[in-house]
């Protein structure tokens, strides 16, 4: 199965700094890639789909990058409301898999 | 506006058999891909289980054998069993609907432990 390697495993950040976050994968999955945003006692939720594109109602501020092995998710201007645990998430192979995780903390 | 809702028993012995169900709202279950994924406390997620409306399913080898998926389109809902469970099965579990291959809506989740 793919194997997806999220770096690093918590960011500590202040409101209003940059983050960027790493999904790798053990080969090559095109583009078949999709973030998910999770908060305590919460489902995950979408953020982007096939490395670039948003999912409906996600702020502009997200971005996605990146194509065979190497993603990065970038939020430009951190809010209050982005703290929380990202997750890549690989659909080109079945198992589906998804990375460890990256949590985003507040400095 | 569609929301899905997971029922079943939260505690589950040792050795028996897990029984989840989703119950999809303000929408139908057909023609879409519907997927089961599990979180155990604290960790990462791990997706087990999807079937299509027309009762195809396929499975996470890390289950397969132990696992059976099935969808009730009359009653809008699908189910997840999960036999021979033990404690490595204490997870939370996510219904999610897949639409062009993207699990872009999700149940709010079920916490299922497995204790005698």
């Known amino acids: 199965e793919i194997v997806l390697t999220q770096s690093p495993a918590t960011l500590s950040l202040s409101p209003g700094e940059r983050a960027a976050l790493s999904c790798r994968a053990s080969?090559?999955?095109?583009?078949?890639l999709s973030w998910f945003q999770q908060k305590p006692g919460q489902a995950p939720r979408l953020v982007i789909y096939?490395?670039?594109n948003r999912a409906s109602g996600i702020p502009a501020r997200f971005s996605g990058s990146g194509s065979g092995t190497d993603f990065t998710l970038t939020i430009s201007s951190l809010e209050p409301e982005d703290f929380a645990v990202y997750y890549c998430?690989?659909?080109?192979?079945?198992?589906?898999?998804f990375g460890q995780g990256t949590k985003v903390e507040i400095k | 506006q569609v929301q899905l809702q997971e029922s079943g028993p939260r505690l589950v012995k040792p050795s028996e058999t897990l029984s989840l169900t989703c119950t999809v709202s303000?929408?139908?279950?057909?023609?879409?891909?519907w997927s089961w994924v599990r979180q155990p406390a604290g960790k990462g997620l791990e997706w087990i289980a999807r079937?299509?409306?027309?009762?195809?399913?396929n499975y996470n080898p890390s289950v397969a054998g132990r696992i059976t998926m099935s969808i009730d389109t009359s009653k809008n809902q699908f189910s997840l069993n999960l036999r021979s469970v033990t404690a490595a099965d204490t997870a939370i579990y996510f219904c999610?609907?897949?639409?062009?291959?993207?699990?872009?809506?999700w149940g709010q989740g079920i916490l299922v432990t497995v204790s005698s």
């Open positions: 999610a609907r897949e639409s062009n291959y993207i699990w872009r809506l």
């Open positions: 303000g929408g139908s279950v057909d023609n879409y891909f």
């Open positions: 079937i299509y409306s027309s009762g195809s399913a």
């Open positions: 080969q090559s999955i095109s583009t078949d």
């Open positions: 096939d490395s670039f």
């Open positions: 998430q690989q659909r080109s192979q079945w198992p589906r898999t």
